[in-house]
Each structure stands twice: as structure tokens, then as C-alpha cells.
């Protein structure tokens, strides 16, 4: 993992977002592509279809404030960018070098072209940006569409959440694909993690903490000292315990698969995936 693609927005959410990618590309010694995208009338009229737009003699107006946002959104999205640089001392590259150390690009595009965003973050090893619950531009859809067709993990950073370090991480383990491929792409963060924890939450009492054990044991294998925890519902929902887990192990990232019920993009979502896009406390890095 060494390449990262931010999606900043020219808000102040922005600092978090960078401070993420900062947090990792240090770590793995990694690239950091940062996209701002001009959101134009029609891409807002694409992700809020229910939304009132002007007519007549209003439009003018309501086009000349939309081009003034955008202004004002993309210059401060580069602001944003080069108080990054300089806070944390990035060497801007735009092609590899032998040079050490974390480097970071500017990109711009003029509109919101969703197949193209999705390629370019296949074209990453991981995609960060704003937790859609959290107020940011980018709309749930457009995270779903991330998370189901670009292949890559998602880190979503929820408003008022840092991750600053490596430190301690929670892995939500399931015996099925989806957490194997989020555990599998994660592997070189829980390498420099201080504290990792196997959380698996129990679905019945027959169920025995075996199978996280046996994980945490072979990734013994790869350098990774983690355990193994198998927590009851007692009732409550499964995120609920999730969550509870991570405030106790003072998680700095949850590490997730993204599951699915259904090839239906509308009920595409459910369970806990569905609970983490609802709303998150602390970095979440998810994987379908």
C-alpha cells in the first residue's frame, strides 16, 4: 500500500481528511493524489434529484452564486493543499524518485464524472475522504459506487475524527470474503499498528472464539501481534457491541469488510456496513 487518493472538498474538513493520508503514506513511506472536483449545476442536480433548482429569471442568479462557490471551493481546496505541504514537509512529485519520504500531487477536475472517479481510484491502493454522513460534498451514492465497483479500500473520516497515528486498530472479523479481502489490503497498516484486536461478535451460543484465535495466530506470520476478542450481542445490535469494542481498545481505526444482500444497488447495503455508513464515531476503513 503506498499510493492514496484524498478527495478534498474546500471545507474544513479538508485538514482531517489530509491529516489521514498524511498518517499512512508516512507509515508505508507512500504518494498522496489529491483531487478537488468542481461539482457543477448538473452533477448537483445528478446527487440531489429531489432538489429545487431555479427557473426563469432565477437561474441567472442561481448559476452566477453556483460558479462563485465553485471559485471559492477549488481555492480554498488548494489552500488546503499547500498547508499541507508545508505543515508536514511533502515534497510535491507528480513522478516516482529515489527520494524518501511522503509526496503529494495537486489534481483539479471540472466535473464529477463518476466512472472516471472510480477509475482513478482503482488506480490507487486506497481511496480517502469525508464520511458522507458527516455533511460532506460527496454524496452517499457516490460512496456506495466507491465502495461496490473501485476495488480499492475506502477510508472514511467522520467530521470531528482524527487519525493521527498507527496506533491501535480494530478488525471486525466475519468468517466470509469480504472481511478476508479487508483484512488481506489492510495487512501493511497492522504491521505498524502498536495494538491490533480480532473483534468478533458472537451470532450464537454455540459459537466459540476458535476461529479469531486461529486468525490472530497466523498473523503471527506476518510480524502482527494481535488478539483475539469474541463479544455476545446480549441483545443489542451487532454494531453496537462493534463500537463498544473499539472505545475500549481507544481504536484510531476500525477496519471493516463491506457486506452485501443483494445485487441491487438500492439494497445493496445492510447490517453493519449499512450502520457505518448511517453514521461513524472514528476512522473506518471498509472493503467490499
Known amino acids: 500500500m503506498k499510493t492514496f487518493l484524498a478527495l478534498i472538498e474546500g471545507s ?12 499512512l503514506a508516512k507509515a508505508l513511506d507512500g504518494h498522496v493524489d ?28 442561481a448559476l452566477q452564486s453556483h460558479d462563485a ?33 511522503v509526496t503529494a500531487c495537486w489534481h483539479r477536475e471540472s466535473s464529477a464524472e463518476i466512472d472516471q472517479l472510480i477509475a482513478t481510484g482503482r488506480h490507487h491502493d486506497a481511496i480517502i475522504c469525508g464520511h458522507p454522513a458527516s455533511g460532506h460534498a ?7 459506487r466507491l465502495l461496490t465497483e473501485a476495488g480499492r479500500p475506502l477510508l472514511l473520516i467522520p467530521k470531528g475524527a482524527r487519525l493521527q497515528e498507527i496506533g491501535n486498530v480494530t478488525v471486525c472479523w466475519k468468517e466470509d470474503a469480504a472481511s478476508a479481502r479487508a483484512l488481506s489490503a489492510a495487512l501493511p497498516i497492522l504491521r505498524r499498528a502498536k495494538s491490533v484486536a480480532i473483534v468478533t461478535v458472537r451470532e450464537s451460543p454455540e459459537q466459540t472464539a476458535k476461529s479469531g484465535q486461529h486468525l490472530a495466530d497466523q498473523l503471527g506470520w506476518h510480524a502482527i501481534d494481535a488478539r483475539a476478542e469474541l463479544i ?15 472505545a475500549a481498545n481507544r481504536a484510531d481505526l476500525i477496519v471493516m469488510g463491506a457486506f452485501s444482500h443483494s445485487r441491487t444497488r ?23
Request: charged share 20%; net charge negative.
Open 12 to 23: 474544513d474538513a479538508d485538514a482531517a481528511i489530509l491529516e489521514a493520508a498524511h498518517t
Open 232 to 246: 455476545w450481542d446480549g441483545g443489542t445490535s451487532a454494531i453496537k457491541q462493534i463500537r463498544a469494542a473499539a
Open 266 to 288: 438500492e439494497r445493496l447495503f445492510g447490517g453493519c456496513t449499512q450502520a457505518m455508513l448511517d453514521g461513524a464515531d472514528r476512522p473506518v476503513l471498509l472493503l467490499h
Open 69 to 101: 462557490q465553485t471559485t471559492r471551493a477549488a481555492e480554498a481546496a488548494r489552500a488546503a493543499f499547500m498547508a499541507f505541504c508545508a505543515r508536514y514537509g511533502v515534497t510535491e512529485a507528480s513522478q516516482p524518485s529515489a527520494a524518501r519520504g
Open 138 to 144: 460527496w454524496p452517499r451514492h457516490l460512496i456506495e
Open 34 to 61: 489529491i483531487l478537488h472536483v468542481d461539482l457543477t449545476v448538473l452533477d448537483a442536480a445528478g446527487y440531489a434529484p429531489q432538489s429545487d433548482f431555479a427557473r426563469g429569471s432565477g437561474l441567472k442568479d
